[in-house]
């Protein structure tokens, strides 16, 4: 009897010394199941905001190395809601790591922008809040609706040159904005005063919308710019835009425009309840988006000039040893400008391929194909430019293989020799059917079945020769 009590016992230790290795173990494959989504920054600084947008005001600077907890997403698979210990903020996992499931991660609206979010904070030498005037890539200004006196200085018991009257016909340049006892203030460079601060409730935000390939429009009635027809709009209905404001046009479907308002939202709207506005006089257009200033110093009568080049919320990197930058979107127009590796463009638009995009740089404007740089910063607001014109560049023939050369358009014309490819040259004649091109390669000319090469370019630039 004792020996089976001794046994029982021995079965009992035993039971419990593996039945609870054995629940550990289950409890550790538990808990290797579940990984918290967090972000790890990979960057050395990197900015974590209020919303998903560089539009959005800075709530902290981490370090690189930070692990932030993910809480939500923009549902666009750049922006993702994180918690730090300034609160819950938003990050652009272009500069991070990603880590653990976030197959649960739930999709999280954009808070509403406010003035602090228009404006990015720049060191202040006083206790009044000074920012610049720029929130998405596409540049805005304001023009005088209400007129009130100048002032030298952010404050109503500040000097003033002189009264500024109502002007729809220019839009001026935000140099600053204020807010300051209450009031917000914006410094603008008016040519017939100088450089003064004005009170922003008796102006009106307006979009600059320079040159031909961007357009501005003027609601007719009160519009609510929804989603639209592809689910691209950052609105969903519930925002009134009044009659007579003014918004970028970003892009079109049928009949309905996609516009871009000041704080960066987009929206699709009516295009009934729209007009285009003309062009509207700018320090900003009239110097190609490069804006020279004239401070006049009442205290000792000397004048200085600052120049302002507002930059695009998004960029690329060429990302090859030389590239082309085109006048058109596509191979087939010709080169404006040849940068080097490594070199930033502004991107300023993008055609509907998504393959090309429109950047901005020292040559002044043009098209690169993105496959070629590495693409950085935020682009959901610039625009679809949807019909580009360029110049067309004579054609060119990507040879990828070794083809034969033949004297004339005939294989039993003769053999002048075989060129091997990769190689990119000069097509320079063609037959009137197109199906022969003549080539001028390392060997000289000859002619080769046009279907054996890849052409771009337009071949009706190149002379015709009967066959």
């Known amino acids: 009897m004792i020996f089976k009590l001794r046994i029982i016992a021995l079965i009992a230790i035993l039971l419990s010394v593996f039945g609870g290795a054995a629940a550990q173990e289950i409890e ?9 989504p967090i972000m790890i920054v990979n960057t050395s600084f990197l900015n974590i905001r209020t919303g998903p947008g560089t539009q959005y005001s800075i709530l902290i600077t981490v370090v690189g190395g930070t692990e932030l907890p993910v809480l939500g997403s923009a549902g666009d698979g750049v922006w993702y809601q994180v918690s730090t210990i300034a609160g819950i903020g938003w990050l652009n996992s272009e500069y991070a790591i990603a880590r653990g499931d976030f197959r649960n991660v739930p999709r999280v609206a954009a808070p509403e922008l406010d003035l602090s979010d228009l404006m990015m904070d720049v060191p202040s030498s006083d206790d009044a809040t000074r920012t610049t005037a720029y929130a998405s890539g596409r540049q805005w200004g304001v023009s005088v609706i209400v007129g009130h006196p100048t002032r030298t200085a952010p404050t109503m018991s500040a000097s003033s040159f002189a009264n500024v009257e109502p ?3 220019r839009i001026f340049t935000v140099l600053q904005a204020v807010s300051a006892e209450g009031i917000v203030w914006y410094q603008v460079n008016i040519p017939s005063i100088g450089t003064v601060w004005v009170e922003a409730p008796k102006t009106l935000m307006r979009p600059f919308a320079c ?5 501005a429009v003027v609601m007719t009635v ?3 710019p929804t989603t639209g027809p592809d689910g691209s709009g950052t609105l969903n209905g519930e925002r009134v835009v009044p009659a007579g404001s003014e918004a970028y046009l970003i892009d079109a479907f049928n009949n309905f425009f996609k ?24 320090d900003y257009c009239e110097s190609g988006g490069n804006i020279a200033t ?8 000397q004048t200085t000039t600052q120049t302002f080049v507002p930059r695009s919320p998004a960029w690329v990197i060429v990302n090859t040893g030389y590239l082309n930058i085109r006048s058109g ?3 087939q127009y010709t080169v404006v400008a040849t940068v080097p590796g490594g070199t930033r463009l502004d991107v300023i638009g993008f055609a509907p391929d998504g393959v090309w995009y429109l950047v901005r740089g020292t040559f002044g404007q043009g098209w690169l194909n993105s496959e070629f740089a590495v693409f950085r910063g935020n682009g959901r607001g610039l625009p679809v430019i949807r019909d580009a014109v360029g110049m067309l560049a004579r054609p060119m023939a990507n040879i990828t293989n070794a083809i034969t050369l033949y004297a004339a358009p005939n294989p039993g014309s003769g053999v002048i020799g075989v060129v091997s490819g990769p190689l990119e040259t000069n097509v320079v004649a063609r037959t009137t059917d197109g199906s022969w091109v003549q080539l001028n390669t390392p060997i000289g000319f000859g002619w080769v079945q046009a279907n054996f090469v890849s052409i771009a370019g337009d071949l009706t630039l190149v002379p015709a020769v009967g066959g």
């Not at 040159?211 to 357009?215: E, F, L, P, Q």
């Not at 709207?269 to 700018?282: F, G, K, M, N, Y």
């Open 211 to 215: 040159g031909n390939d961007i357009t």
């Open 28 to 36: 550790t494959d538990q808990r290797a199941e579940f990984n918290p």
């Open 329 to 331: 979107p596509g191979s």
């Open 259 to 282: 516009i871009e308002l000041a704080d960066g939202s987009t929206g699709w709207i009516s295009q009934l309840d729209t007009r285009v506005r003309e062009d509207v006089a700018s």
């Open 167 to 169: 002007d729809l016909t």
């Open 222 to 224: 009160d519009v609510r």
């Open 294 to 301: 004239i401070t006049n110093n009442p205290a000792d009568g």
